[in-house]
């Protein structure tokens, strides 16, 4: 979402991906595309997302400029109390120099994070929890690709949080500043054969100026278990600012708590063009301790039972005039009558 606690889990776990639980055996990452994953990173579980990117940009028409410089995403994320819930920090620093080309000829040079924000996400609908018969069928191999109609039941999520912007940024709307919320709608198929659709709804800076709405669809494909590719398409729509971008990419599993990936990121206008490449990685540090549930029903506590009836069988004193073998062959048929059930 999502990797299971099978032979086939890591067809999913390079990018967020997952099953039947909300932790996993192996890094779940929201890395390379931008979207974010309906499941959280499992309780205890500390996790770093990093990518350092270049950028460049170019108007053509009236007011043309060019913008070429570098920026770092990062996020980082805890899960925390319940497997549903997850406390994160995001955000996008960018370096640039944007050089106006009509007329007269000037640069600007400019820094300031793009977005931060801080939220929470909460899984609020699991369709995978304690589906036994959703489980990877170990000994087919076909049985595990046929197409399942309730796969197409998606995970949904919900997230709170808020924008933090500084007065005078560049890359926001002029009179933003301060704090401002944040909403989004994430959702995830995981589909049979290590396909994995994720869409994100989310509304930024709700109240302002640049109130955005955002769309993002992910479409991601395991092909063995350490590769996975991804295309990726986000819309963006506000008074301040629109696009398209595409991206395309992959990611490759190092080991189970550390992530490498690549993306590029481009767009088909001219108002301005976008093109980017980056580079990141995810790392977790893993304090994720299974939860014991003492229902009584183990087969410790099954045992001490038969052994606490069979010590009060043994206490029974036997009754005036009872025939001592009678006695004995009561108690075996007791202890057989108990065994039986």
Known sequence: MTPYKSALCFLFCLIG??????????INSNRPGVSRSAFSVGTNVAQLEIGPYLLKEERTPAASYE???????????YGLLWEELELNIEGSYQ???KTFTSNISAEEDR??????AVGAKYLVFDPYK???????????????????????IPAISIYLGANYDTKTNPYTAPGIEGFSPKVMIATQNNFSGGWVFVMNL???RV???QSDFQYILTLTHAFSPKWVIFGETQGIKSDFYADNLFRFGGAYLWGKDFQLDTAITFNTKDTPSVFSVNFGASYRLDFHKDKEVDNGTSALDEAERQSNRKGRNRKKKRKKGEDPESIIKKRKKDNIDFDDN
Do not use: H, M
């Open 202 to 204: 989310i509304k930024d």
């Open 130 to 152: 304690n589906a036994e018969e959703d489980k990877p069928n170990l000994y087919s191999w076909k049985a595990n690709r046929q197409f399942k109609w309730k796969s197409l």
């Open 17 to 26: 991906i997952q099953g039947f639980c909300q932790y996993t055996d192996v």
């Open 95 to 97: 370096n640039d120099t």
């Open 111 to 116: 820094a300031n994070f793009k977005f931060l």
């Open 207 to 209: 109240g302002t100026d």
């Open 67 to 77: 913008v070429s410089g570098f920026g770092i995403d990062f996020a980082v994320r």
